[in-house]
């Protein structure tokens, strides 16, 4: 077993897979390492599949709207899987005034950096999609945004990465990263040693801790998220659905299945031993939120309920960069609840940072020390 590759990803995720999968397209040599026994076993397969540039952070924006020019049309084709893609716009969904100037916030922000969103009012929401309520007051609507689903995304990666030669080993926990000769060098493991010439840290919350043995501290928290998926109904819209609020978002999938994520309002409630929980009353509240606003949704049958952690980052963006102080090591995570839609175009530039190439946007307003204090 060779232990020893140029580059060494830690996290299974679809970033780790993504950024796999770009540098074996290169000829690179690549070690996949996750500590679960499945690839994509955290977020990367509880996401809601939002592949959205509204709403977005200026700072990450560019990075989503990269990947929906160049890289998300063509991305079943060249992983030779159908990541069910689909580029039909993304309503934010508004109730009341405060909602609507929330909106108006994000869209102004939103056309300042190039995109095309534009602020609609109810009437022409319901023209877009005919099946919202009448308490939908206004939304934004980008027509360039959409969703794809995150199970086979991050299984078309993983396949076509190692296809191309990338090693994954699973059952791996990552416990440290050793400099040598002041370089980040080796990945030590609760079984093995591992060794590469670029390390890339891509284990979503976790990775703080990691990042912590070579002294880095990214600020993050992680935060449960609840999902939910219905039994296949007829085609109603093919829009991927958000609100001002944030308490709720989904879509209906290629082969009927509604997925939406929500906010049960029970968030500071349930706590098991000061931890986040979920009850049997969370997903209930997450339905009775998203059938005010899909009434048409009141019978469909839930079929399976899931949580996935979210790494926060305190400034609300990811890190995605090279570290200065440890030669070698690269952190790509802090994604904040939007990690999915980008993971293409953040799986082409960990593997031009790795590469030492130039990257094809700049990456640095996403900084590991945009944290530290100005003196
Ligand atoms: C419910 C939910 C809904 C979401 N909806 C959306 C959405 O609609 N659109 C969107 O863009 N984003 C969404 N996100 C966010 C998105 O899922 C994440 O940002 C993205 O999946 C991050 O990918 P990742 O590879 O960084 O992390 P992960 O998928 O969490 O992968 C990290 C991997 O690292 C592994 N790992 C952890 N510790 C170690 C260790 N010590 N050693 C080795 N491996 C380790 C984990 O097991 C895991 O497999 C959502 C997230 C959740 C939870």
């Not at 995109?115 to 007051?137: A, F, Q, T, W």
């Not at 699973?170 to 079984?191: F, M, P, W, Y």
């Not at 968030?267 to 931890?275: I, L, R, W």
């Amino acid at each position: 077993m060779s232990k020893c590759a140029e580059v060494v990803i830690i996290g299974g995720g679809v970033i780790g897979c993504a950024a796999a999968y770009y540098l074996a397209k290169e000829g690179v040599s690549v070690i996949v390492l996750e500590k679960t026994d499945n690839i994509g076993n955290g977020a990367s397969s509880r996401n809601g599949g939002g592949v959205r540039q509204s709403g977005r952070d200026p700072r990450e924006l560019p990075l989503a709207m990269y990947g929906i020019r160049n890289l998300w049309p063509t991305l079943s084709e060249e992983l030779g899987v159908n990541v069910e893609y689909h580029k039909e716009g993304n309503l934010r969904l508004g109730k009341t005034e405060h909602h609507m100037e929330i909106l108006q916030g994000l869209t102004d922000r939103a056309t300042a950096c190039g995109l095309d969103v534009r602020m609609i009012d109810g009437k022409e929401v319901r023209e877009i999609n005919p099946y919202l309520s009448d308490e939908v007051i206004g939304a934004s609507w980008c027509p360039t945004d959409g969703h794809a689903n995150p199970l086979k995304t991050t299984l078309g990666f993983y396949k076509r990465a190692r296809e191309l030669g990338a090693k994954f080993y699973s059952g791996e926990t990552v416990l440290e990263i050793k400099k040598i000769k002041g370089k980040a060098r080796q990945v030590i493991t609760d079984h093995d040693i591992y060794e590469g010439e670029h390390i890339i840290l891509a284990c979503g919350y976790e990775s703080r801790a990691i990042a912590a043995t070579v002294g880095i501290d990214i600020p993050m928290r992680k935060e449960l998220i609840e999902a939910l998926v219905t039994e296949a109904e007829p085609k109603m819209f093919a829009q991927m659905l958000g609100t001002a609020d944030a308490d709720f978002y989904g879509h209906q999938t290629e082969h009927g299945s509604f997925v939406f994520g929500g906010a049960s309002g029970m968030e500071d409630v349930n706590k098991d031993n000061g931890m986040q929980a979920t009850s049997s009353l969370t997903a209930p509240c997450i339905c009775r939120g998203i059938m005010k606003y899909i009434p048409k949704l009141a019978d469909a049958k839930i079929v399976r309920t899931w949580g996935g952690y979210e790494d926060i980052c305190t400034d609300g963006v990811p890190v995605i960069s090279k570290i200065d102080e440890v030669p070698g090591l690269i952190i790509a995570c802090a994604f904040t609840g939007h990690g999915f839609g980008i993971a293409p175009t953040v799986g082409l530039l960990l593997s031009q940072l790795a590469m030492e190439k130039e990257t094809v946007l700049d990456l640095s307003a996403l900084r590991y020390d945009r944290f530290k204090a100005v003196i």
